[in-house]
């Protein structure tokens, strides 16, 4: 499988790894587990567990909201100003979106746009950037420079037909996780959007996970993990190198182990 696709030499640059180190009797464990999660504050598990995987998310991007006060706001119709609820709702509502439609190119492209509504203008919403693009770490030097604005088209194409492929094959419960895990690396590494490139690569994996193993996927709390180990989270994309044409892959297992610890929440 991994042959025939489009990026496969960086796929096979860490897939031996991770398979031996893969324990698929403890993440059938997990997942028997995860599924039968429950919740005191209301039936609607999805609902509830998407609540945590927007605040989260939201969280790593720097917003100020908090899970007490998300809870309230959906389940409970405590008002806040809009500026505090209106980003994690734009992904809250981009969760339900993927969890009743297929993970298809268009669908995905439609997340997006649902994810930025409230971040970027109607214009950049959902389009491939056309510009230089890096990131800035806290003490603003550049700590990645993304694919440059002459390749990220074809990048992104690369990406997507990979996406397809994936989508529409069996796989046995090690390459759903780890193709998860890569193709959330993979498009945070191309950063093909002007803005939201991580919060939809999170909800990428997840998505891709459900079209795999189904709606337990959407109970699976990664970005409260991620969150919580926000460093361990930064570091493993930083471990690849700078700048995107010279990225090692072969330095991916720790990304990859981070969807498998996420599990045990």
């Known amino acids: 499988m991994i042959a025939t696709l489009q990026y496969r030499d960086i796929y096979e640059a860490v897939w031996q790894e991770y398979q ?6 403890i993440v059938q464990a997990e997942l ?14 999805f609902g509830f567990y998407t609540s945590i995987a927007s605040v989260f998310s939201s969280r790593i991007e720097g917003e100020q909201i908090d899970l007490d006060s998300y809870i309230k706001h959906k389940f409970l119709s ?10 994690p709702d734009d992904l809250f509502n981009a969760y339900a979106f993927a969890k009743d439609n297929a993970l298809t190119q268009s669908n995905h492209l439609h ?10 203008t109607s214009d950049k919403q959902g389009t491939v950037r056309t510009q230089q693009m890096f990131v800035l770490a806290k003490n603003s030097s550049i700590e990645y420079v993304a694919a440059d604005a002459t390749i990220v088209k ?6 997507k037909k990979d996406l397809e492929s994936l989508v529409k ?26 803005d939201g490139n991580g919060r939809t690569a999170r909800l990428l994996e997840k998505w891709f996970l459900a079209q795999h193993i189904g709606m337990a996927a959407w109970n699976i709390e990664s970005e409260r993990y991620y969150y919580e180990n926000i460093t361990e989270y930064y570091h493993s994309f930083q471990r690849l190198g700078l700048e995107y044409d010279s990225l090692s892959y072969s330095q991916s297992l720790p990304f ?6 996420s599990l045990a929440l």
């Open 256 to 261: 990859t182990q981070l969807l498998l610890k």
């Open 154 to 159: 074809k990048e992104f194409e690369k990406f």
């Open 78 to 87: 405590v008002t806040y100003q809009s500026d505090f609820t209106k980003k």
């Open 111 to 120: 997340v997006h746009k649902i994810i930025t509504k409230h971040l970027l």
């Open 20 to 25: 031996i180190s893969f324990n698929e009797e």
């Open 169 to 194: 094959v069996d796989l046995p419960v090690d390459k759903v996780f780890f193709f998860a895990s890569m193709l959330h690396l993979l498009f945070v590494k191309i950063h093909p959007m002007y």
């Open 32 to 45: 028997k587990r995860i599924a039968l999660k429950q919740t005191n504050i209301t039936k609607d598990t």
